[in-house]
């Protein structure tokens, strides 16, 4: 390809939408233009490296048995109803009408479409295991996209869908992506590790998702050092100490005025604060039935800990959660900044594990400027749910190995998942078993954000110069200059390096050498060619690698297989990346 005729130019100045080192340098480099908030286009070079990534994710598909389909972006809501879906997803979902007045959905999983085609083309066992994979536009109306692609609303995803008659069938396709999922990271360049995950709207009872590890990741991860526990905070567990055993004492109610918060309360009455209740008040979106209703939730947790909303969520089975407004608060018999659970009315109430097992705690008396001393769960009041639903920190002991957890930060950038057979119990997606009895096919959800992690590789790979790709997902391997007073010597070498195979970007545009040379450091390309009248002076032409500071004068008639053993030295020290 001739800069001269690619469809794009560099920026020289910074975006002022640009938030991240990736963002900031696709923009610049010309490989991405935003249309609208998480919205972009691919240009020819974005989309270059695209198509390599894709072709990676086919060769680790079909090496693990998948078949390539393509399934609609648009869906009848008719399938997310059945799979109950319409009623549990949010205003995410990219919902409207055809022109008959039916409703339809703008594809954000496909999940209900491939249960869809099971149930159309699948009816005995002898068809089964299966696994489908697509690569397809998906759509998520997030209410904050953020840092170009890593937080975009439209974007392409990698998902593949497993199929099987058994429990272990599932693990086998489950287990095989998880390599295959550390094969693709690895030969794009992108570190990553696998945590436990929460399921989340997917549901099943087992989900890993694939972080890279950067300060940028919106994602909290707890890790162990001592035997490689990981989870995201999300649904992190930890050790919790075991409180001394005491006795039940009498409960008395204290003047406590103006102490509103944990921290007060311990001063005042010289106690720690693992001493204390803390009450949350939450209200949670639940379905009845096919009916989105709200419900209060009274969370209480130790006073040193913190409430976590997922494991909150999960365990209330909520849709969404929110803040309880005072007037809410008020409406229970609670007082905000004073409230237990004790006499309280209409409302979930929901106990920390921890909770029961902690005698004598000082909670709110529901009545302002009041608290009460030596409240104790089973004797003063009792919960709906008693769950593990506070936030791991860093520092806590690992629950498989008692080592302080640790916390990184972290972009998600795949995601496995067991389904079980929520989708085709609800779906009808049934086959026959060998005694002619129809069973539930057991499913699992595989997806990669393919967009997402060209934006990764990007944040990976650069320095305050530019782009620095890793050869497997460049746009193109060389990046060839000519200077002034050598285009016929620079057109006879891309034609030989055009002819031998080897992707050449060639800077033959009409520029400054400081011009072309940042550019080519913008873009980023794994090995630039220099074509200069010195160079050829000295016999032969500059190559450099991007990774390098150092230039080195090849001989002319050498420069075909040095750019052959440069490149597949590249590849070999990438696909060399640990797991």
């Excluded at 989309?47 to 680790?60: F, P, T």
């Excluded at 759509?139 to 890593?150: C, E, Q, S, T, V």
């Excluded at 980023?524 to 080195?552: C, F, M, N, Y």
Aim: hydrophobic share 40%.
């Amino acid at each position: 390809m001739r800069m001269s005729n690619l469809f794009s130019q560099t920026l020289r100045d910074v975006p002022s939408e640009a938030e991240i080192a990736s963002h900031r340098l696709l923009l610049r480099a010309g490989f991405i233009r935003q249309l609208a908030a998480g919205i972009f286009s691919y240009l020819p070079l974005a989309q270059r490296s695209l198509r390599k990534i894709e072709a990676i994710l086919r060769e680790e598909m079909d090496a693990i048995g998948g078949q390539e389909i393509i399934m609609p972006v648009v869906h009848p809501a008719d399938i997310w109803k059945e799979s109950n879906r319409w009623y549990e997803v949010g205003d995410e979902m990219g919902r409207f009408t055809d022109k008959a007045g039916r409703d339809m959905v703008l594809a954000m999983t496909h999940e209900e479409v491939v249960m869809d085609l099971v149930r159309r083309e699948v009816q005995s066992y002898r068809q089964l295991p299966k696994l489908v994979y697509q690569i397809q536009t998906k759509w998520r109306d997030d209410p904050r996209p953020r840092a170009g692609l890593i937080r975009g609303r439209e974007f392409t995803m990698k998902d593949s869908y497993s199929l099987d008659v058994d429990w272990e069938g599932l693990e086998a396709q489950y287990q095989a992506h998880y390599q295959a999922y550390f094969n693709i990271f690895n030969r794009c360049g992108l570190p990553t590790i696998a945590v436990n995950a929460d399921t989340g709207m997917m549901g099943g009872k087992l989900s890993h998702e694939y972080m890279y590890l950067t300060p940028i990741g919106e994602d909290t991860l707890l890790l162990c050092d001592g035997c490689g526990y990981a989870a995201n905070r999300q649904i992190a567990r930890f050790a919790k100490p075991a409180p001394a055993e005491e006795a039940p004492t009498a409960l008395t109610r204290v003047a406590t005025p103006e102490t509103t918060t944990i921290d007060a309360l311990a001063e005042l009455l010289h106690i720690s604060a693992a001493n204390t209740a803390k009450a949350v008040f939450m209200v949670a979106t639940v379905l009845e039935g096919q009916t989105r209703v709200e419900r209060f939730v009274f969370a209480v947790v130790r006073g040193d800990m913190e409430l976590n909303e997922t494991k909150l969520a999960n365990a209330v089975e909520a849709k969404a959660l929110r803040p309880a407004r005072e007037d809410e608060i008020r409406a229970i018999g609670a007082v905000p900044g004073y409230g237990s659970p004790i006499g309280v009315k209409d409302c979930i109430i929901i106990v920390d594990d921890l909770i029961p097992q902690s005698a004598n705690l000082v909670a709110g008396a529901n009545e302002e400027g009041y608290h009460l001393i030596n409240v104790n769960y089973g004797r003063d009041y009792t919960a709906q749910i008693v769950a593990d639903i506070v936030t791991a920190q860093p520092g806590d002991a690992c629950p498989e190995c008692g080592s302080a957890l640790r916390t990184v930060r972290g972009v998600e950038v795949g995601n496995i998942f067991q389904l079980g057979t929520h989708f085709s119990e609800n779906m009808g997606g049934t086959f026959l078993d060998a005694e002619g009895r129809a069973q539930p096919v057991i499913m699992g959800s595989y997806g990669i954000g393919v967009t997402r992690l060209l934006a990764c590789v990007a944040e990976e790979h650069h320095d305050e110069n530019g782009l620095m790709w890793p050869v497997t997902v460049a746009p193109f391997q060389v990046h060839l200059v000519t200077l002034p007073n050598t285009e016929a010597e620079a057109n006879a070498l891309y034609e030989e390096l055009t002819a031998a195979g080897i992707e050449v970007l060639f800077d033959d545009r009409d520029e400054r050498a400081g011009v072309k040379f940042k550019d080519a450091d913008l873009i980023g390309l794994p090995l630039r060619l220099t074509v200069s009248t010195r160079a050829l002076e000295q016999g032969g032409i500059e190559a450099k690698r991007r990774d390098q500071d150092e230039r080195t004068i090849i001989p002319r008639d050498d420069a075909l297989a040095y750019v052959q053993r440069e490149l597949a030295q590249m590849q070999a020290t990438l696909v060399g990346i640990p797991a």
